[in-house]
């Protein structure tokens, strides 16, 4: 799940530099002037945080961007995380930036325009830290006071960081987003809307050489803006957020071959007694596996979690491992108690016609992360979010023999993608609020996984009858 860790304005850079302070005059009020100028001007088609990407809508459910209507009597702009029907959390310096204080506040939710569109709700209901310092920014959040919001698709609440007090959270890449600038040089672009960039965490020590330890107390999070990635100007107050049991659908395979190898895949969890897997795990049309050690609730394959043994697997009838078409299978299971890292997915009812491409998915698997290295030491449980194709453009990469109707693919487009080793495992994306499996990794370019081609998986909606029947 979504889980925010941050709202502030500081990042990392490397030469000695002063944080940014009064807020309001020196960027949220021309910001909100620009922002504005730029919606009336055209329609919006996308645009960038620094470095970044533009948000489709749901992307970011949890983030409200801000209008704030100044004391002076002027508007200013940040951003926001949803926590509950009633609550979100900003940082203080968008309420008061030591120079100027706000009066009012909308919060913009489900909406990738600031001044138009989504669910708007004006509330003057805002408690700012005691201890909220507008000189060096420490404990720099506030939480605003809301009418009822009700949740939809595109509007969620973010979760709090329960029990990761003590965990070391430098090296993790974690998620921002944004109405702000998406560059120091570039004004608000005709096209700005809400973007979003993916920024690694960075130790205070390290944040701290740049900003010194006034600034960079234990309180605060950084991130590095190294390759010019970084949030900017109007974007306080909003997410850095990651996943936490994002993937808990997800059960890694140990695969003992009847020639006594060990093989690994992955799988999706479907009920407390089935999981849902790649045929070719079982048989890739040489090697024929004799059993399999499903691991659940754990970031590694061979050790943790919960294990359960099976030679239980019910492969499609039509499954065909020269092209791979019908590339599915079920695992039955001995009774599986759910948990909070232990849950099932669910299946695509009512997407059978629904065109999925141009839509982002999540791909998760215990595979290599590059085409170069092995597996490493320290080797966990990764993801990554892939956007859907049509059979059309994957159909002129693989040919319309491997590219059925049957078949889902994904682009492989700047060097991100399922690996060896990912098989088996799940694409799913959100629908009715809820992870959906949409597909099973199948297939990707003998070439390597790094080459820009697409990769295939088995379109579980053409499938989904055959599934039920089965558990």
């Known amino acids: 799940m979504k889980l925010l860790l941050l709202i502030a304005l500081v990042g990392s850079v490397l030469a000695e530099e002063p944080i940014g302070l009064y807020y309001h005059e020196n960027v949220g009020i021309p910001l909100a002037a620009a922002i504005k100028r730029s919606e009336e001007a055209a329609d919006f088609d996308g645009s960038r945080i620094v470095g970044g990407s533009a948000a489709a809508l749901g992307n970011h459910p949890h983030l409200g961007g801000l209008l704030i209507t100044l004391q002076s009597g002027g508007t200013s ?19 008061f930036d030591g ?70 959270l430098a090296g993790n890449w974690a998620w921002a987003a944004g109405f702000g600038r998406t560059s120091d040089s ?43 990635r970084n949030i900017c100007s109007g974007d306080s107050g909003g997410p850095l957020w990651l ?23 992955g799988s999706s969890l479907l009920s407390n007694t089935r999981a849902v897997t790649a045929a070719h795990c079982w048989f890739d049309g040489r090697q024929n596996a004799r059993q399999l050690t499903i691991v659940l609730g754990s970031l590694r394959l061979f050790s943790g979690g919960t294990r359960i043994t099976t030679s239980s697997v019910a492969v499609h009838a039509n499954y065909n491992p020269n092209n791979l078409n019908n590339d599915i299978a079920i695992i039955g299971l001995s009774w599986v108690s759910y948990t909070n890292n232990i849950q099932p997915v669910r299946l695509p ?42 059979n059309a453009v994957c ?77």
């Open 243 to 265: 996943w936490v049991n994002n993937q808990r659908t997800l059960g890694g395979l140990l695969i003992t071959l009847q020639s006594g190898g060990t093989s690994v895949c």
């Open 99 to 168: 120079r100027q204080n706000a009066r009012q506040l909308t919060i913009v939710l489900g909406s990738l325009r600031l001044f138009s569109g989504g669910t708007r709700i004006t509330s003057s209901s805002v408690a700012v830290h005691a201890n909220y310092n507008p000189n060096n920014l420490n404990n720099d959040i506030a939480i605003i006071g809301l009418s009822w919001v009700t949740y939809t698709n595109n509007i969620q609440p973010v979760r709090l960081p329960t029990g990761l007090g003590n965990v070391n």
């Open 349 to 390: 009812i009512g997407l059978g016609n629904v065109n999925l491409a141009g839509n982002w998915a999540w791909a998760a698997g215990f595979g290599r992360t590059s085409d170069s290295s092995g597996i490493s030491n320290n080797q966990i449980l990764s993801q990554v979010q892939l956007q859907i194709i049509t």
């Open 77 to 95: 702009v940040c951003g926001s995380s949803l926590l509950s029907n009633t609550r979100a959390v900003t940082a203080a310096h968008c309420w």
């Open 395 to 471: 159909a002129s990469t693989y040919g319309s023999n491997v590219v059925v109707s049957s078949t889902l693919c994904v682009s492989g487009a700047g060097g991100r993608n399922i690996c060896s080793g990912d098989s088996g495992g799940p694409l799913w994306l959100w629908a009715s609020n809820q992870r959906t499996l949409v597909g099973v990794v199948s297939f990707g370019s003998a070439s390597g996984c790094q080459r820009g081609f697409p990769s295939g998986f088995a379109r579980v909606t053409s499938f989904l009858s055959w599934i039920q029947a089965r558990l």
């Open 186 to 228: 570039s004004g608000i672009s005709n096209n700005q809307i809400l973007s979003q960039v993916q920024l690694q965490i960075i130790t205070n020590a390290v944040c701290a050489s740049t900003y010194g330890s006034n600034v960079v107390v234990s309180s605060t999070l950084c991130v590095s803006g190294a390759g010019g």
